[in-house]
Protein backbone atom coordinates (compact mmCIF):
# COMPACT_ATOMS: atom_id res chain seq x y z
CA UNK A 1 0.00 0.00 0.00
CA UNK A 2 1.50 3.36 -0.83
CA UNK A 3 2.46 6.23 1.91
CA UNK A 4 -0.96 8.05 0.56
CA UNK A 5 -3.26 5.40 0.80
CA UNK A 6 -1.81 4.40 4.09
CA UNK A 7 -2.76 7.66 5.47
CA UNK A 8 -6.68 7.84 3.97
CA UNK A 9 -7.05 4.80 5.14
CA UNK A 10 -6.33 5.42 9.21
CA UNK A 11 -7.85 8.91 8.92
CA UNK A 12 -10.95 7.09 7.87
CA UNK A 13 -10.49 4.24 10.70
CA UNK A 14 -9.95 7.28 12.85
CA UNK A 15 -12.87 9.46 12.04
CA UNK A 16 -15.23 6.09 12.06
CA UNK A 17 -13.62 5.97 15.91
CA UNK A 18 -14.93 9.34 16.37
CA UNK A 19 -18.26 8.82 15.28
CA UNK A 20 -18.45 5.63 17.37
CA UNK A 21 -17.56 7.38 20.51
CA UNK A 22 -19.80 10.11 19.86
CA UNK A 23 -22.64 7.69 19.16
CA UNK A 24 -21.92 5.73 22.46
CA UNK A 25 -24.71 6.34 25.01
CA UNK A 26 -24.29 8.24 27.91
CA UNK A 27 -24.48 6.67 31.06
CA UNK A 28 -28.20 6.90 33.37
CA UNK A 29 -28.01 9.99 35.58
CA UNK A 30 -27.63 9.05 39.18
CA UNK A 31 -29.20 11.09 42.63
CA UNK A 32 -32.91 11.06 44.13
CA UNK A 33 -35.36 12.96 42.49
CA UNK A 34 -34.23 16.93 43.83
CA UNK A 35 -30.86 16.22 44.90
CA UNK A 36 -28.16 18.40 44.16
CA UNK A 37 -24.46 17.60 44.16
CA UNK A 38 -22.46 20.73 45.36
CA UNK A 39 -18.78 21.21 44.18
CA UNK A 40 -16.22 23.40 45.23
CA UNK A 41 -18.91 25.51 48.14
CA UNK A 42 -16.39 26.22 50.79
CA UNK A 43 -18.64 29.05 52.68
CA UNK A 44 -22.15 26.86 51.98
CA UNK A 45 -23.31 29.87 50.16
CA UNK A 46 -24.76 28.39 47.44
CA UNK A 47 -26.33 24.70 49.89
CA UNK A 48 -28.18 27.13 51.93
CA UNK A 49 -29.63 29.26 48.87
CA UNK A 50 -30.75 25.96 47.60
CA UNK A 51 -31.80 24.79 51.26
CA UNK A 52 -34.63 27.10 51.63
CA UNK A 53 -38.23 26.15 52.24
CA UNK A 54 -39.98 24.67 49.48
CA UNK A 55 -43.34 26.72 49.21
CA UNK A 56 -46.91 25.55 50.29
CA UNK A 57 -46.14 22.77 52.19
CA UNK A 58 -47.51 21.93 55.58
CA UNK A 59 -44.17 21.57 56.88
CA UNK A 60 -40.91 22.80 56.80
CA UNK A 61 -39.14 20.84 53.65
CA UNK A 62 -36.19 22.44 51.49
CA UNK A 63 -36.51 22.81 48.07
CA UNK A 64 -33.09 20.77 47.38
CA UNK A 65 -31.34 17.74 49.35
CA UNK A 66 -27.90 18.95 49.31
CA UNK A 67 -24.66 17.37 48.97
CA UNK A 68 -21.30 19.40 49.28
CA UNK A 69 -17.83 17.63 47.83
CA UNK A 70 -14.22 19.51 47.24
CA UNK A 71 -13.25 20.07 43.35
CA UNK A 72 -10.99 16.90 44.00
CA UNK A 73 -13.63 14.56 45.16
CA UNK A 74 -15.86 15.57 41.68
CA UNK A 75 -14.81 12.56 40.03
CA UNK A 76 -16.12 8.60 39.16
CA UNK A 77 -19.74 7.59 40.37
CA UNK A 78 -20.37 11.73 41.35
CA UNK A 79 -20.10 12.75 37.58
CA UNK A 80 -23.51 11.16 37.01
CA UNK A 81 -25.09 12.97 39.24
CA UNK A 82 -28.46 14.43 37.86
CA UNK A 83 -28.00 18.35 39.36
CA UNK A 84 -24.90 19.80 39.28
CA UNK A 85 -23.40 23.01 41.11
CA UNK A 86 -19.89 23.62 40.39
CA UNK A 87 -18.44 27.10 41.86
CA UNK A 88 -15.34 27.97 40.55
CA UNK A 89 -13.07 30.60 42.33
CA UNK A 90 -10.21 32.00 41.04
CA UNK A 91 -8.69 35.24 41.99
CA UNK A 92 -7.41 35.38 38.52
CA UNK A 93 -11.15 36.39 37.21
CA UNK A 94 -11.57 39.64 36.93
CA UNK A 95 -14.96 39.72 35.27
CA UNK A 96 -18.14 40.13 37.18
CA UNK A 97 -19.74 36.70 38.67
CA UNK A 98 -20.88 35.08 36.21
CA UNK A 99 -22.93 31.60 35.05
CA UNK A 100 -23.68 29.49 32.11
CA UNK A 101 -24.65 25.58 32.10
CA UNK A 102 -23.83 22.64 29.93
CA UNK A 103 -26.00 19.98 29.63
CA UNK A 104 -25.76 15.75 29.51
CA UNK A 105 -22.02 16.18 30.06
CA UNK A 106 -21.24 13.11 31.58
CA UNK A 107 -24.80 11.21 32.35
CA UNK A 108 -28.36 12.11 30.93
CA UNK A 109 -30.71 13.71 31.24
CA UNK A 110 -27.58 16.32 33.60
CA UNK A 111 -27.30 19.59 34.44
CA UNK A 112 -24.26 21.32 35.21
CA UNK A 113 -24.29 24.64 36.33
CA UNK A 114 -21.39 26.59 36.31
CA UNK A 115 -20.62 29.62 38.92
CA UNK A 116 -17.30 31.43 38.44
CA UNK A 117 -16.22 34.44 40.99
CA UNK A 118 -12.76 36.08 42.11
CA UNK A 119 -13.54 35.84 45.65
CA UNK A 120 -16.25 34.89 48.85
CA UNK A 121 -17.57 38.25 48.29
CA UNK A 122 -18.44 37.78 44.50
CA UNK A 123 -19.42 34.19 45.51
CA UNK A 124 -22.12 36.51 47.79
CA UNK A 125 -23.61 39.41 45.31
CA UNK A 126 -23.75 36.36 43.32
CA UNK A 127 -25.84 34.32 45.42
CA UNK A 128 -27.99 37.50 46.29
CA UNK A 129 -29.26 38.04 42.54
CA UNK A 130 -29.17 35.07 41.22
CA UNK A 131 -30.76 32.64 43.91
CA UNK A 132 -34.16 32.21 42.16
CA UNK A 133 -32.51 31.73 38.51
CA UNK A 134 -30.70 28.60 39.81
CA UNK A 135 -33.38 27.38 41.74
CA UNK A 136 -35.42 27.25 38.58
CA UNK A 137 -32.83 26.12 36.67
CA UNK A 138 -32.62 22.99 38.93
CA UNK A 139 -36.89 22.96 39.68
CA UNK A 140 -37.01 22.94 35.30
CA UNK A 141 -34.15 20.22 34.68
CA UNK A 142 -36.31 18.18 37.42
CA UNK A 143 -39.62 18.77 35.64
CA UNK A 144 -37.89 17.39 32.28
CA UNK A 145 -36.68 14.44 33.85
CA UNK A 146 -40.41 13.60 35.57
CA UNK A 147 -42.10 14.39 32.20
CA UNK A 148 -39.42 11.95 30.32
CA UNK A 149 -40.16 9.13 32.57
CA UNK A 150 -43.91 10.09 32.03
CA UNK A 151 -43.71 9.35 28.49
CA UNK A 152 -42.12 6.24 29.08
CA UNK A 153 -44.33 4.78 31.42
CA UNK A 154 -47.94 6.43 32.28
CA UNK A 155 -51.31 5.32 33.42
CA UNK A 156 -52.92 4.59 29.81
CA UNK A 157 -56.57 4.11 30.61
CA UNK A 158 -56.40 6.54 32.91
CA UNK A 159 -55.44 9.11 30.20
CA UNK A 160 -57.91 8.14 28.20
CA UNK A 161 -60.68 8.48 30.03
CA UNK A 162 -59.72 12.20 30.52
CA UNK A 163 -59.77 12.56 27.28
CA UNK A 164 -63.00 11.21 26.26
CA UNK A 165 -64.56 13.37 29.15
CA UNK A 166 -62.36 16.25 28.77
CA UNK A 167 -60.86 16.08 25.04
CA UNK A 168 -57.06 17.02 27.17
CA UNK A 169 -54.22 14.62 27.17
CA UNK A 170 -52.30 14.35 30.43
CA UNK A 171 -49.95 12.01 30.85
CA UNK A 172 -49.99 10.54 34.54
CA UNK A 173 -48.01 8.19 36.75
CA UNK A 174 -48.61 4.23 35.88
CA UNK A 175 -50.05 3.84 38.95
CA UNK A 176 -52.97 6.31 39.11
CA UNK A 177 -55.55 3.77 38.23
CA UNK A 178 -58.49 4.47 40.42
CA UNK A 179 -60.66 7.06 39.68
CA UNK A 180 -64.21 8.23 40.15
CA UNK A 181 -66.53 9.55 37.69
CA UNK A 182 -69.72 12.60 38.47
CA UNK A 183 -70.86 14.74 35.64
CA UNK A 184 -68.01 17.22 34.17
CA UNK A 185 -65.82 15.71 36.87
CA UNK A 186 -62.94 13.12 37.46
CA UNK A 187 -61.02 11.76 40.32
CA UNK A 188 -58.21 9.89 39.91
CA UNK A 189 -55.75 8.14 42.51
CA UNK A 190 -52.93 5.96 43.12
CA UNK A 191 -55.21 5.35 46.17
CA UNK A 192 -51.99 3.92 47.89
CA UNK A 193 -51.92 3.68 51.71
CA UNK A 194 -48.97 5.77 51.87
CA UNK A 195 -48.06 8.74 49.66
CA UNK A 196 -51.44 9.15 48.38
CA UNK A 197 -51.26 11.35 45.25
CA UNK A 198 -54.43 12.74 43.59
CA UNK A 199 -55.81 14.75 40.71
CA UNK A 200 -59.19 16.27 40.36
CA UNK A 201 -60.34 17.12 37.04
CA UNK A 202 -63.38 19.11 35.99
CA UNK A 203 -64.68 22.36 34.03
CA UNK A 204 -66.04 25.84 34.95
CA UNK A 205 -68.19 27.75 32.46
CA UNK A 206 -66.85 30.47 31.02
CA UNK A 207 -62.82 31.74 30.05
CA UNK A 208 -62.60 34.77 32.69
CA UNK A 209 -60.58 34.18 36.16
CA UNK A 210 -62.59 32.09 38.33
CA UNK A 211 -62.92 33.17 42.12
CA UNK A 212 -61.67 30.31 44.13
CA UNK A 213 -65.21 29.76 45.50
CA UNK A 214 -65.92 28.56 42.33
CA UNK A 215 -63.43 25.76 42.37
CA UNK A 216 -64.31 25.17 46.37
CA UNK A 217 -67.81 24.85 45.36
CA UNK A 218 -67.17 22.15 42.72
CA UNK A 219 -64.84 20.28 45.08
CA UNK A 220 -67.62 20.45 48.28
CA UNK A 221 -70.27 18.54 45.68
CA UNK A 222 -67.63 16.07 44.64
CA UNK A 223 -65.46 15.45 47.43
CA UNK A 224 -67.05 14.37 50.38
CA UNK A 225 -65.95 12.31 53.39
CA UNK A 226 -67.76 9.87 55.28
CA UNK A 227 -70.57 12.07 55.56
CA UNK A 228 -72.20 15.02 54.19
CA UNK A 229 -70.73 17.86 56.80
CA UNK A 230 -67.32 15.99 55.77
CA UNK A 231 -65.95 17.30 52.27
CA UNK A 232 -62.53 18.82 50.64
CA UNK A 233 -61.92 22.74 49.82
CA UNK A 234 -58.65 25.14 49.74
CA UNK A 235 -57.16 27.25 52.21
CA UNK A 236 -57.79 30.26 50.55
CA UNK A 237 -55.29 32.21 52.54
CA UNK A 238 -52.68 29.78 51.35
CA UNK A 239 -53.03 30.43 47.76
CA UNK A 240 -50.07 31.71 45.31
CA UNK A 241 -49.79 31.72 42.01
CA UNK A 242 -45.94 31.18 39.91
CA UNK A 243 -45.63 31.34 36.42
CA UNK A 244 -43.51 28.25 35.06
CA UNK A 245 -41.92 27.86 31.86
CA UNK A 246 -40.97 25.02 29.82
CA UNK A 247 -38.75 25.32 26.63
CA UNK A 248 -41.26 27.47 24.63
CA UNK A 249 -44.49 26.29 27.26
CA UNK A 250 -45.24 28.94 29.70
CA UNK A 251 -48.53 28.28 32.20
CA UNK A 252 -49.07 29.47 35.25
CA UNK A 253 -49.77 27.15 39.31
CA UNK A 254 -51.65 28.08 41.63
CA UNK A 255 -50.14 26.27 44.96
CA UNK A 256 -51.94 26.00 48.35
CA UNK A 257 -53.27 23.92 50.97
CA UNK A 258 -56.32 21.74 50.84
CA UNK A 259 -58.30 20.41 54.26
CA UNK A 260 -61.12 18.54 54.76
CA UNK A 261 -63.93 20.24 56.93
CA UNK A 262 -64.98 18.04 59.69
CA UNK A 263 -62.48 15.50 59.76
CA UNK A 264 -58.54 15.84 60.49
CA UNK A 265 -57.24 15.93 56.69
CA UNK A 266 -54.89 18.01 54.51
CA UNK A 267 -52.31 18.83 52.74
CA UNK A 268 -50.41 20.28 49.56
CA UNK A 269 -52.44 21.40 46.39
CA UNK A 270 -51.36 22.44 43.30
CA UNK A 271 -54.04 23.63 40.33
CA UNK A 272 -53.81 24.17 36.64
CA UNK A 273 -56.19 26.19 34.73
CA UNK A 274 -56.69 25.96 31.35
CA UNK A 275 -58.51 28.16 29.40
CA UNK A 276 -60.51 26.03 26.50
CA UNK A 277 -61.62 28.68 24.04
CA UNK A 278 -63.24 25.55 21.84
CA UNK A 279 -65.76 24.61 24.38
CA UNK A 280 -65.70 28.26 25.78
CA UNK A 281 -64.85 26.45 29.16
CA UNK A 282 -62.29 26.29 31.82
CA UNK A 283 -60.40 23.16 32.43
CA UNK A 284 -59.16 23.03 36.45
CA UNK A 285 -56.74 20.47 37.21
CA UNK A 286 -56.46 20.09 40.86
CA UNK A 287 -53.77 17.43 41.95
CA UNK A 288 -52.73 16.98 45.36
CA UNK A 289 -51.25 14.94 47.83
CA UNK A 290 -52.21 13.21 51.38
CA UNK A 291 -49.56 11.74 53.33
CA UNK A 292 -49.76 12.51 56.82
CA UNK A 293 -46.61 10.00 57.34
CA UNK A 294 -43.90 11.21 55.12
CA UNK A 295 -42.56 14.19 53.58
CA UNK A 296 -44.17 15.52 50.57
CA UNK A 297 -41.98 17.61 48.51
CA UNK A 298 -41.23 15.35 45.65
CA UNK A 299 -44.62 13.81 45.51
CA UNK A 300 -45.97 17.10 44.84
CA UNK A 301 -43.45 17.61 42.34
CA UNK A 302 -44.20 15.11 40.19
CA UNK A 303 -47.88 16.27 40.19
CA UNK A 304 -46.56 19.46 39.40
CA UNK A 305 -44.83 17.91 36.06
CA UNK A 306 -48.18 16.13 35.20
CA UNK A 307 -49.99 19.57 35.42
CA UNK A 308 -47.35 20.95 32.80
CA UNK A 309 -47.96 17.65 30.53
CA UNK A 310 -52.06 19.14 29.42
CA UNK A 311 -52.37 19.20 25.99
CA UNK A 312 -55.88 19.42 24.08
CA UNK A 313 -56.46 16.66 21.72
Same mark, same amino acid.
Given at each position: MSRLRWVVALAAMLLLTACRQQERPLPAASANPYEVLVVGDADSLVSHMLSVPMPALPQREPMFDVRQVEPARFKG???LARNVVVVRQNRKWLGKPSLHIERDRHARPQLIVYVDVGSADDLKQFVATNQQRVRQLLVTNEYLSAILQLQRKHSVRSGRLIDSMFHHTVLLPADMTYHKVSKDFLWVS?? /???GMQNLCVYTLSGMDDQPSERMDSVLRA???????RMYMRTVARSMTQENVRIGRQSCQLQRGLWEMVGDAMG???????????? /???S???DA???APEMDKRNKMREMEAV???VKRK
Open positions: KLLNN /AAQNMKGETDGPLVRRIVKDSV /AGKLVLFVYLLT
